[in-house]
């Protein structure tokens, strides 16, 4: 007779919390839900609520398990002989590529009436915190469009492709594809943050068509239809899209030199590539490649927001779970004193996060709809990119350590959002660089500065810690304006002080005033927290930890 599966030979099997059961993503999130209701996406509660349901079951959870632990391989070569330069994918990345296209995560910004780049935001949201190697061809899709719309010929040829909604993994021109994704090749050897040392070349060909000769030392997604990409006409950066099939039907050259070995997102590829002879059309002004590409990564920088939000919402679920079945010292976890603090912690660091990304997304919309929001949701993403992402990995870090060695273990999901969490303060402007641009943000467009201190004032008045914080921020900056180049070093200590300080004011003025007083005291206070479970102890932490995820 078989053994009961808790009933082993040499013990029984208790006190172990099992996994985290299915449930709505979306459902089970109250700060999701007032954020999507409160910045304009209400419009999209079904469709979040159907992906919610989705990225909740175990099978997605397999999934993305199944496509971070079968890397995708480089062939460079057919059986042949050929040069083919292709990569292969494990089937699950394909099933996920499938899932996030034909919920239209990449394009229902562009095609919403309002509310889109929330809604698209809340939808990624969902997704990164199953998967994040997926997001990265999701985003640069979606983030291409306004580059791409620079070129209407492109724009009218592509976007459809884009809009079709439809991921179609063949190799195969694009033109006779059900869909097609775009990515992006910026980076170079010598130069990734400072682009004006891109060295590829570009000698003309005809019409819009250059011929292309150079490297990229980061290019992820490879198997992407086209590339936004960077190249010197004469002495000066222009901006082009790299097919990976020549509008004759040849096969674009586009060599794939190598991988990268990742430390994580390793269901997604990002390769070093090659030009020579690579066929790419003009977008925007011939000159004006850094400009024109720079609208791409405007967008790509709102997506760098969520995926650490979405690494810290997943893992806090897990550590909640965790401490919800496991007993120790006679009690359950979550009943501990000490552990209720840190839990605690962890939940208004979550609520501060979401309540700035949604703000952050709609920012973008208020972009689309009039025409001088755009410095302020440049300021807006600088700020929260910065910030998610420094406090992401520690987050993920400690939520860790709520599972104990459990925690530490592959199958926990722990390690994989761990190896994530750094990813997104890398790429699309490293942290001193997003410092540098809110500082330039600021200083060139003074209003989006102004726009900024209209917005927290508003909750002036309802805690004193956030006064003090709004008027020595007023006051540094008014000082620093005088004297720009001294507030170089102090970009960091300014942009993390913004983003607290607004955080603060969208507690103050959105949550529940005991968890804003508690958000504020730790973050805005004189003894400001450093180790999560060191604040908040006068604080409710019931109302806390029931403010972010009420019981399963
Ligand atoms: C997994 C992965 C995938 C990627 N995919 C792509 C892709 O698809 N396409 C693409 O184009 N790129 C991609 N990148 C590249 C990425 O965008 C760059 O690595 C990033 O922009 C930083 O550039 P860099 O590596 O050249 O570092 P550097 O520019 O050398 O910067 C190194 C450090 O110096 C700091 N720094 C730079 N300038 C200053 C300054 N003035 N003052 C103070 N500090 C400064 C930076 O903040 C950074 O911390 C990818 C990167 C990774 C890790």
Redesign the pocket.
């Known amino acids: 007779m078989r053994e009961p599966l808790d009933q082993l030979g040499t013990h029984e099997v208790f006190n172990q919390p099992g996994p985290v059961p299915e449930q709505n993503l979306f459902e089970c999130d109250p700060c999701l839900r007032k954020a999507v209701d409160r910045e304009g996406a209400r419009w999209a509660t079904s469709k979040l609520a159907e992906l919610g349901e989705i990225m909740g079951r175990p099978s997605t959870l397999q999934l993305a398990n199944d496509a971070n632990r079968h890397s995708p391989e480089l062939e460079s070569f057919d059986r042949f002989g050929r040069r083919i330069d292709e990569v292969v994918y494990h089937p699950a990345y394909h099933c996920l590529m499938d899932l996030a296209i034909s919920r239209e995560i990449h394009s229902i910004a562009w095609t919403a009436d309002s509310g889109g780049h929330v809604a698209h935001t809340a939808l990624e949201y969902l997704f990164a915190q199953v998967e994040g190697g997926v997001c990265c061809p999701v985003t640069m899709t979606y983030a291409a469009v306004p580059t791409l719309k620079q070129a209407p010929d492109l724009a009218r040829e592509w976007l459809p492709r884009l809009f079709a909604n439809c991921y179609d993994s063949r190799f195969i021109p694009a033109g006779e594809k059900r869909g097609a994704t775009l ?5 170079e050897k010598q ?4 682009l004006r040392t891109n060295s590829t070349v570009a000698q003309h060909l005809e019409g819009d068509w250059y011929g292309l000769r150079g490297h ?1 030392w ?3 997604a490879p198997m992407s239809d086209a590339f936004l990409s960077l190249a010197r006409i004469g002495d000066d950066l222009s901006c082009f899209l790299v097919p990976r099939w020549r509008p004759d039907g040849h096969r674009n050259p586009f060599f794939v030199r190598r991988l ?1 070995n ?1 430390l994580g ?1 390793r269901s997604n590829a ?1 390769a070093e590539i090659e030009y020579d002879d690579t066929w790419g059309h003009l977008v925007g002004p011939p000159g004006r490649g850094i400009a024109t590409i720079m609208d791409m990564v405007k967008h790509t920088r709102l997506d760098t927001c969520l995926a650490p939000v979405a690494l810290m919402r997943q893992s806090l679920v897990q550590a909640l779970h965790h401490v919800r079945h496991r007993q120790a010292f006679g009690k359950t976890l979550v009943d501990q004193p000490l552990m209720r603090t840190v839990l605690a912690d962890l939940s208004l660091e979550l609520e501060g996060a979401v309540n700035l990304l949604f703000r952050v997304a709609r920012s973008f919309d208020e972009a689309a709809a009039q025409a001088d929001g755009e410095p302020f949701s440049r300021l807006a993403a600088g700020i929260a990119k910065f910030h998610l992402n420094k406090v992401a990995p520690g987050f993920v870090c400690e939520a860790m350590e709520v599972l104990g060695g459990s925690g530490y273990v592959e199958e926990s999901l722990l390690p994989r959002l761990y190896r994530e969490a750094p ?1 997104n303060g ?8 997003i410092c ?1 641009d809110v500082l330039r943000t600021a200083l060139r467009y003074p209003e989006s500065l102004d726009r900024f201190f209209a917005e927290v004032s508003v909750a002036t008045g309802e805690n004193r810690h956030l006064d003090r914080s709004i008027s020595a921020l007023k006051q540094r900056w008014q000082e620093g304006r005088k004297t720009p180049q001294a507030l170089e070093p102090e970009a960091r200590r300014l942009t993390e002080a913004m983003a607290s300080t607004w955080q603060g004011a969208l507690m103050c003025r959105f949550g529940d005033s005991a968890v804003a007083d508690a958000f504020c005291a730790s973050r805005l206070g004189e003894g400001r927290h450093r180790t999560y479970g060191t604040s908040a102890r006068s604080a409710d932490v019931a109302k806390i930890l029931n403010s972010v995820n009420p019981g399963e």
Do not use: P
Request: glycine share 18%; hydrophobic share 35%.
């Open positions: 990515g992006m090749a910026m980076t130069g990734g943050s400072d990229k980061f290019c992820s990268k990742k997102n990002s990813l890398i790429w699309e402007g490293s942290g001193n660089v540098l």
